[in-house]
């Protein structure tokens, strides 16, 4: 369903009926990152209609881990993760809890 | 009891110690350690009082859970007015040393006047006695304490102390103990030193006794420990990651305050965050953080230990700082890295060392150096005043050039030690200081966590995280999540969590165990120790009378509501890019709300009857 997107050039878009994302998994979910990712993030080319919690599937993220969920910096709420939401660019960002001060 | 009924009252000016008991009715009603203090200090002292004069008390105090087997327990506090904010301070640290004082038999110390000489107090158990402090005078905190030690013959003392920072007046000097934990804000450090007291020597080996149910006490506190270890941040994120976890949270949703707060993200945040402290280096393959460390009674073990890479331009030849001390934790990497534009995670873990060497709040220090490359990069500051610095934005030599003569006291650092406000004010551009009642942010943009704006314009002892840290719903979904562009329900949300932090910040216990605990996790702790019935409702009526008793003496001050604001930019200058983009911080829309539910005047005075309802 997904794969690491290959070297394009600058502007380039996905595959019709794909979309690229830039999806990155911080804290402890590190290890769920495919191979080629760095600084906790890598592109990922996926269906269109790929939603948040398929998304992670696909990742292996258990879901109870996958406690705080950023689409571009916004929180994607529980109720949300399983419509497709997410746009082609989209920056896709989990952690799991995680707390400081 | 769980108190030890003793209170240490050392006249600086006379040279004298004495022991009286301690005031058991305040402590039914304020608690402990911040309430229990503030109570001392607002009967004893004129609001009005200069900080830095011999008028002004100084109150180191532990909370009734300091010292026993309740999960971090070994909190303890300083309470004073504070030479930044003319308003009342009151910083908390951890380590080891308000257990070691609580063990020693002491609730707290009462320190007044002013010494003729330099002196330091050692305490050993029943016997306290003022000595002189001649050898230490001058010395960084980490030279003192080698000299204390070797002096005592003791390796179990525990020592507090300033640096030269505060010798030399820097407004936000912290008073250091176990070498790297700190009561960091609010320039505690500079009233010690205003009184010629160098440090704090204390060795306590009575224990902590007066248990008021010993069996409940420990099913209380076992119960409390479970909960802690099975619950994800406080049994896994913390202790893995440390307060650093935050820094790409934040700066994913774009509040992340940048280049002295005029942008909201930071291009360098993955280089200086909790996960870069895990990468290894390609000099030695060793990673920047060497192992989490715990304060005493603790089961969390979120403390940052850390060492630099030993080629680095700001240690070669300097072996002194080539072991592993005490490492950035999130503030102090935003304050001194994302705030100042510089993404060298060995440059700000040595001014972090240095903020710990020598007693300096980095928050306070990152963000008044972030401000002088503000002014420096539009002129009003060049290289005449800074002694030759280059001062820019992304510059990690001129950040630890000025680390190096802040922490000594010295040249440039000298301005620098005035903090954010002074500085700005000085060289004509007060807009420019990212202050609250003079003292500088914390590490969230409040354009983009609107709770978090009313939280610092409240705030009693001025920009502060720990007074109310809605982030804790607002981001990260604890208790419950909430959404942080949103106003509405948020000075409700503000007014339980600084009513809540306070009873937190008056036992004993760490803040962050509330990650995982609520008060109803607490107040059996409590009540098991402690005299008279403690539950949650009472709790959080003591919370609410100490954050009153804190606004008065404020007000009693001099400080009034026009004080609870924010800067300009961050009420004008809208956010450039995320989720917040085009928002401001919308404070004063808040602002009548909170003042209603806490019963005040629309003036933000404290109403008669409110007054009355909390006994004040």
């Known amino acids: 369903m997904c794969s690491e997107a290959s070297p394009r050039s600058p502007g380039a878009g996905a595959e019709a009926g794909t ?68 746009r082609e660019g989209d920056a896709f960002a989990v952690w799991p809890p995680v707390a400081g001060g | 009891m769980a108190w030890t009924g003793n209170v240490l009252r050392v006249n600086l000016t006379a040279g004298t110690v004495a022991s009286e008991p301690l005031n058991k009715q305040w402590a039914r009603d304020y608690l402990g350690q911040r309430g229990l203090a503030t109570k001392y200090l607002a009967e004893e002292v004129d609001p009005t009082v200069d900080a830095l004069g011999p008028d002004n008390k100084l109150i180191m105090v532990t909370g009734p859970l300091t010292g026993t087997m309740a999960s971090t327990g070994g909190r303890y506090s300083v309470v004073t007015k504070s030479p930044l904010t003319g308003a009342v301070a009151c910083s908390n640290s951890g380590g080891f040393i308000g257990a070691e004082l609580k063990m020693a038999g002491w ?92 440090a704090v020597v204390v060795r306590g080996t009575r224990g902590v006794g007066n248990i008021k149910d010993p069996l409940r006490f420990m099913q209380a506190t076992e119960a409390g420990k479970k909960v802690l270890s099975d619950n994800a941040v ?8 440390g307060t650093q976890v935050l820094m790409n949270v934040i700066n994913e949703m774009a509040a992340m305050p940048t280049r002295n707060m005029r942008e909201v993200q930071f291009e360098g945040a993955h280089r200086i965050s909790g996960e870069a402290m895990h990468e290894p280096r390609q000099s030695d393959g060793k990673p920047n953080l060497t192992t989490n460390a715990a304060c ?79 002014l420096y990069e539009m002129g009003a500051l060049t290289k005449e005043e800074t002694g030759g610095i280059e001062l820019k934005f992304g510059s990690a030599e001129a950040l630890t050039q000025c680390a190096e003569l802040t922490a000594h006291g010295e040249g440039f650092g000298k301005e620098l030690g005035l903090g954010s406000k002074r500085l700005c004010e000085k060289y004509g551009h007060p807009d420019l200081s990212m202050t609250v009642k003079g003292q500088e942010f914390p590490a969230y943009d409040p354009r983009g966590i609107q709770g ?113 604001t924010l800067p300009k930019r961050l009420r004008k200058d809208a956010a450039n890019v995320g989720p917040a983009k085009g928002m401001v911080n919308d404070v004063h829309a808040m602002m009548p709300k909170y003042y209603a539910i806490r019963g005040w005047t629309p003036e933000g005075e404290l109403t008669e009857q409110t007054r009355q309802r909390l006994g004040l």
């Open chain 2, 452 to 564: 978090m704006g009313l939280a610092y314009a409240t705030s009693n002892r001025g920009a502060c995280h720990l007074r109310g840290y809605t982030v804790s719903s607002e981001v990260l979904g604890i208790p419950e999540k909430t959404d942080p562009l949103a106003t509405e329900g948020k000075p409700e949300l503000v007014k339980a969590f600084q009513d809540a932090t306070a009873v937190v910040d008056s036992s004993g216990l760490c803040v962050f165990t509330t990650f995982a605990w609520t008060l109803d996790d607490i107040a059996p702790q409590i009540d098991a120790a402690c005299d008279g019935e403690w539950t949650t409702e009472y709790l959080l009526e003591v919370g609410e009378r100490i954050w009153n008793l804190e606004r008065d003496f404020n007000l009693r001050a001099g400080l009034t509501g026009k004080d609870d």
């Open chain 2, 296 to 374: 005493f009674a603790c089961t969390i073990a979120c403390g940052r230990i850390a060492t630099i890479d030993k080629g680095h331009y700001t240690v070669q030849n300097k072996p002194e700082y080539w072991q592993a001390s005490g490492g950035l934790e999130y503030e102090a990497a935003w304050a001194l890295g994302s705030d100042t534009g510089v993404d060298d995670i060995n440059a700000l873990t040595y001014a972090n060392f240095l903020c710990n060497e020598d007693g300096m709040d980095p928050i306070s220090f990152g963000a008044t150096v972030a401000a002088a490359m503000e």
């Open chain 2, 234 to 241: 406080t049994g896994g994120g913390l202790p893995q990651y």
């Open chain 2, 107 to 198: 609730d707290m110390i009462i320190f007044e006047g002013k010494s003729p000489q330099p002196v330091y107090l050692s305490i050993q158990n029943e016997k306290a006695e003022l000595l002189p402090a001649d050898q230490i005078w001058g010395r960084s905190i980490w030279e003192a304490d080698g000299i204390l030690h070797k002096l005592h013959q003791d390796p179990d003392i525990r020592i507090c102390c300033v640096g030269r920072a505060a010798e030399a007046g820097n407004l936000y000097a912290a008073i250091v103990n176990d070498l790297h934990r700190a009561a960091g804000r609010s320039g505690v450090g500079t009233v010690m030193a205003s009184k010629h007291l160098k």
């Open chain 1, 19 to 86: 979309i690229r994302l830039r999806v990155k998994l911080f804290a402890s979910l590190h290890v769920y990152l495919p191979e080629g990712a760095q600084r906790n993030e890598v592109t990922l080319e996926v269906p269109a209609d790929t939603t948040p919690n398929a998304l992670l599937e696909r990742l292996r993220v258990p879901r109870e881990m996958a406690h705080l969920v950023l689409r571009n910096g916004l929180y994607v709420k529980p109720g949300e993760r399983d419509r497709a939401i997410l």
